[in-house]
C-alpha cells in the first residue's frame, strides 16, 4: 500500500533508534546496489542516464512512496512490513539469496539493539554428538564461524582446530591466513569466495553487532583477499555443496558438506557435516581415519 505523502512527513528523521544505525545503513548501502545493477534495464526507456533502475521505479514498483523509499536507501532507521520487504524484492528482482538477505537485514533494523551474544563454547551434549561421528568430519560454530568444538575425524582431515587461536580456530580466518587450508583444498578460490558469500548472507541480522563488525574490519585489514571478497558483496544461502581436498595421504578426496542448526541450542550456533562424495571418496576418507595399527617385525 502507497504510503500518503502527509503521513511520510509525519514520520520523524531519527524513528527507529535516535541515530541511523549500522543495521540501517547496510540496509540502505544493499538497496542502492542491487538497484544499480545494470541488469535491471527498463523496456522501452531509451538513453538513461542512470544504471540500472531510478528511485521512482523502484518506489511505483513496489507501491510505496519515493519519500519512504528514499529514506530506506539514505540508511534512516524506519522500519518496513514484511510485505513492504517482498514487494521490495519483486521491484528489485532479487533472487532467493539476495530476497532473504534484504529481510535479514530488516529485521535488524526493526530490532532496538543487537541482542546477539556470541556463544563461547559448544554444549556437553552437542560435544558428545559431534564426537558420534566417528567415520565422517565434522565441527560446531557460532555466528562468527569460531569452531567451538571438532572430532577427532575433522582433525584427520582438515587439520587440529587449535593449532593457533585466532587463526585455525576460525573457518574464514583459516580460509584466509592459513597457508595449510589453501594447499589442502584443491579449489580454494571457490571455496574461499563461496565462504565469503554465505557468511554476509547468514550475518544479516548480525550487521549491528560491534563484535561482528569488529571481526570482519580484522580480518580484512589482514587479508587484503578477504578484503577484496567481502567487497563483492556476494551472497549464497548453506546449501548443500561439495569441496575437494587433497586427503591426508595426498589422494583426492571430495566430500559433501552441509550445516545445519541444532534444536535446543543457542540461535548462532550450528553443526557442520562432511560426508563422502561418493564410493571413491568413501574409500580414501576410511584408509585415512584407519588407526595406525602395531608395526609388524621383518620376519627372520
Do not use: C
Amino acid at each position: 500500500m502507497v504510503m500518503p505523502a502527509s503521513v511520510a512527513k509525519k514520520v520523524p528523521a531519527d524513528a527507529g533508534g535516535g541515530t541511523t544505525t549500522l543495521a540501517a545503513r547496510a540496509l540502505g548501502d544493499f538497496l542502492r546496489r542491487m538497484r544499480s545493477r545494470p541488469a535491471l534495464a527498463v523496456a522501452g526507456g531509451g538513453r538513461r542516464r542512470v544504471t540500472g533502475l531510478r528511485r521512482e521505479e523502484v518506489a511505483v514498483a513496489a507501491n510505496i512512496s519515493i519519500t519512504w523509499y528514499t529514506w530506506l536507501e539514505q540508511g534512516r532507521p524506519v522500519r518496513t512490513s514484511r510485505r513492504t520487504v517482498r514487494a521490495l524484492a519483486r521491484a528489485l528482482r532479487l533472487g532467493e539469496a539476495e530476497a532473504a538477505h534484504l529481510a535479514r537485514l530488516a529485521d535488524a533494523v526493526a530490532t532496538a539493539a543487537p541482542r546477539w551474544r556470541r556463544t563461547a563454547q559448544a554444549s556437553p551434549a552437542l560435544r558428545a554428538m559431534v564426537d558420534g561421528f566417528r567415520d565422517a568430519p565434522a565441527y560446531v560454530v557460532n555466528g562468527r564461524w569460531d569452531v567451538l568444538h571438532a572430532n577427532a575425524a575433522a582433525g584427520t582431515v582438515l587439520g587440529s582446530f587449535e593449532a593457533t587461536p585466532g587463526v585455525t580456530d576460525n573457518v574464514l580466518a583459516r580460509l584466509f591466513l592459513d597457508p595449510g587450508w589453501r594447499e589442502r583444498f584443491l579449489d580454494w578460490e571457490a571455496v574461499a569466495s563461496s565462504a565469503v558469500a554465505q557468511f554476509r548472507a547468514a550475518g544479516g541480522r548480525l550487521v549491528a553487532h560491534p563484535d561482528w563488525n569488529a571481526f570482519v574490519a580484522d580480518l580484512a585489514a589482514r587479508s587484503p583477499e578477504f578484503a577484496r571478497a567481502w567487497e563483492s558483496h556476494a551472497l549464497a544461502d548453506p546449501h548443500l555443496r561439495r569441496k575437494r581436498l587433497a586427503g591426508p595421504g595426498g589422494e583426492p578426496l571430495e566430500l559433501l558438506y552441509a550445516s545445519f542448526a541444532p534444536e535446543g541450542e543457542p540461535e548462532d550456533v550450528r553443526v557442520v557435516l562432511y560426508v563422502p562424495a561418493d564410493d571413491a571418496a568413501r574409500g580414501v576418507l576410511a584408509r585415512a581415519l584407519r588407526p595406525a595399527g602395531p608395526r609388524r617385525r621383518p620376519a627372520r
